[in-house]
């Protein structure tokens, strides 16, 4: 069983930044980056393979957020720059501990463990 504790999230102005964490109990291998809003579907936002090597992230986050781990830490971040109104919503992590795929996990199914969930709010 692993245990997965976001950390950082908060109200920020647009054009903002925020850095997120998400510290696990134990071993983990691919892990990622979720949000929900109000009235949305869970969406992919990143993900980073076991070693560091791979990452992936959405569109809409392309050059404004970057996830990377600190694996001799069991964590995960996601710094977040240039926030717009948009990208409010619960940003979850999420850990697999299968396998170590080189590849990165865009869909929850994917995953074993989630954290809490951190709300993010960006005002105009």
């Known amino acids: 069983q692993v245990q997965l504790v976001e950390s950082g999230g908060g109200l920020v102005q647009a054009g903002g930044s925020l850095r997120l964490s998400c510290a696990a109990s134990?071993?983990?291998?691919?892990m990622g980056w979720f949000r929900q809003a109000p009235g949305k579907d869970r969406e992919f936002v990143a993900g980073i393979s076991w070693n560091g090597g791979s990452t992936a992230y959405t569109d809409a986050v392309k050059g404004r957020f970057t996830i990377s781990r600190d694996s001799s830490k069991n964590t995960v971040y996601l710094q977040m720059n240039s926030l717009k109104p948009e990208d409010t919503a619960v940003y979850s992590c999420?850990?697999?501990?299968?396998?170590?795929?080189?590849?990165?996990?865009?869909?929850?199914?994917?995953?074993?463990?989630w954290g809490q969930g951190t709300q993010v709010t960006v005002s105009s």
């Open positions: 999420a850990a697999d501990t299968g396998y170590r795929a080189n590849s990165v996990f865009t869909q929850p199914a994917s995953y074993d463990y």
């Open positions: 134990g071993r983990t291998f691919n």
